[in-house]
């Protein structure tokens, strides 16, 4: 019953920076460990980056430096914020709450990197 929505997405030159937001809606936000996932095309979705339930990160190597991954229970929201970015880095970025034997995906926001 959590429902995730991204947004933020867009076209961005290389280089720049962008700040994805996730919002989820329900109860026990908190509880969840949230994290960040992008897919390119003919590519598999990968991992970049999550955050625990006590605020510790983990990023996928090739983001590390470049994106840092924060939430605010308050607000139900966790964000990724995107800087250096490059073409590799085109993607759609989903978000993702898990919770035990529990996970819920959002629909995903298009970043596209680009001179």
């Known amino acids: 019953q959590v429902q995730l929505v991204e947004s933020g997405g867009g076209l961005v030159q290389p280089g720049g920076s962008l700040r994805l937001s996730c919002a989820a809606s329900?109860?026990?936000?908190?509880?969840?460990?949230m994290s960040w996932y992008r897919q390119a095309p003919g590519k598999q979705r990968e991992l970049v980056a999550a955050?625990?339930?006590?605020?510790?990160?983990t990023y996928v190597d090739s983001v590390k430096g470049r994106f840092t991954i924060s939430r605010d229970n308050a607000k139900n929201t966790v964000y990724l914020d995107m800087n250096s970015l490059k073409p590799e880095d085109t993607a759609v970025y989903y978000c993702?709450?898990?919770?035990?034997?529990?996970?819920?995906w959002g629909q995903g926001t298009q970043v596209t990197v680009s001179s």
């Open positions: 993702k709450a898990q919770w035990s034997a529990y996970a819920y």
């Open positions: 329900g109860s026990g936000f908190s509880m969840y460990t």
């Open positions: 955050i625990g339930r006590g605020g510790r990160t």
